[in-house]
């Protein structure tokens, strides 16, 4: 699979591809990535399909980078200010804001998984992406919590946030009620320390 074009970026070019980036996300989550056409996202930025193909050099490239272009952080807190379980008890609260850019995420993760899942070079491209986005979460959960706040190594709370929290987020758009506030504030509250 080939990577973005590496042309000079100019902020002309930066604002057409951010429209473009914008554009396929929002197509992506309509219809899917096999259904979206690159005609349907040119039309929906204002552009032509030239543009898309002066930026990127396929469908999947301008895919990659409406991945990179979102990452999901953490709701991990800025500060270790409260105890560890105030900290993870605020965490769970975020995962359960039900956000307008959470509700956004859903589909479009969805979706870049079961693409990726028949596509190994696609995997290959976000494998960097992914551990770029893993040691700066890693960083972040050092600045709000220390070693003995944490059950696992930080690394390994990074990990089962990443699975987890996308997870959950799933579920509970499919069963509020099933995926209650209570129940994700119950999961984090399991992880505090001394409980």
């Known amino acids: 699979m080939s990577r973005p074009k590496s042309k000079p970026v100019s902020p002309r070019r930066a604002k057409t591809r951010e429209r473009l980036i914008e554009a396929a996300a929002a197509a992506v989550m309509d219809k899917g990535f096999r259904d979206t056409t690159l005609d349907a996202i040119a039309a929906r930025a204002g552009m032509t399909k030239g543009a898309i193909y002066d930026n990127f050099d396929s469908k999947e490239a301008l895919f990659v980078a409406v991945m990179t272009s ?13 105890t560890p379980a105030e900290r993870l008890a605020a965490m769970a609260a975020q995962v359960t804001s039900d956000s307008e850019e959470s509700r956004l995420q859903i589909p479009l993760r969805a979706e870049f998984l079961l693409y990726s899942l028949t596509h190994p070079e696609l995997r290959e491209a976000m494998d960097g992406w992914l551990k770029e986005g893993f040691a700066a979460e890693e960083r972040a959960v050092a600045r709000a919590f220390s070693e003995r706040d944490l059950p696992m190594s930080r690394e390994a709370f990074v990990v089962m946030l990443e699975a987890m929290i996308p997870g959950l987020m ?10 209650s506030e209570a129940i994700v504030a119950e999961i984090f509250a399991a992880l505090a320390p001394n409980r």
């Open 70 to 82: 979102r990452p999901g952080h953490l709701p991990v807190p800025a500060s270790a200010d409260g």
């Open 170 to 179: 799933y579920l509970r758009s499919q069963s509020p009620d099933l995926v």
